[in-house]
């Protein structure tokens, strides 16, 4: 508790390799609160930075945290074929309003090996003509790949952007199989 009496917010943080490369996973008592491509040091450094601004708490690395030792086992087994399904309490309080609506939907409503489009997924969530609003929310996603912004797509068969990169994107949607594996 802090001087007034209320709990005080902890984020712990961890960085996990994936063949993806390093993923940065934060968490709070609430859940998984942020998963960030490309964990470098400098990567890492400035979203620890933005994470104990929004969250008002400094993150403290522990890689033994219950709920992180979870979600880097599930990782873990998404990337080597064995799991499709993510069960994990997650922290919504980054992102609200329509982002967060969308990526509620996308997280319940869009299996693992299937895709849906920009417009689709606007539909779903009652604004339809609202694609690149859904564009939008996917790009401010804070637990990219727990909740599967690579499987939106572009409805005219492109597969639109990626804060992990295009190349990121390629190799989640060839795991779950709706790309075919990368020659080289």
Not at 171 to 183: I, N
Request: glycine share 14%; charged share 20%.
């Amino acid at each position: 508790m802090d001087s007034h009496g209320q709990d005080e917010q902890r984020v712990v943080w961890a960085v996990v390799g994936t063949d993806i490369g390093p993923l940065m996973l934060a968490a709070t008592r609430d859940g998984l609160v942020n998963v960030v491509f490309h964990a470098s040091d400098a990567v890492r450094d400035r979203a620890l930075e933005r994470l104990a601004a929004r969250l008002g708490a400094e993150p403290a690395e522990d890689p033994g945290s219950p709920l992180l030792a979870k979600a880097a086992g599930q990782l873990e087994a998404y990337f080597a074929g064995e799991r499709h399904d993510f069960d994990l309490p997650l922290d919504w309080s980054l992102i609200s309003g329509f982002p967060r609506q969308v990526l509620r939907e996308l997280a319940s409503g869009v299996p693992y090996g299937t895709v849906v489009g920009y417009g689709d997924l606007a539909g779903r969530v009652g604004q339809p003509g609202g694609a690149q609003a859904v564009g939008a929310a996917m790009g401010a996603n804070p637990l990219p790949v727990v909740v599967p912004c690579h499987r939106v797509v572009e409805s005219d068969g492109g597969i639109g952007g990626f804060g992990g990169g295009l190349e990121t994107k390629r190799r989640l949607l060839a795991l779950e199989g709706v790309l075919p594996e990368p020659l080289f």
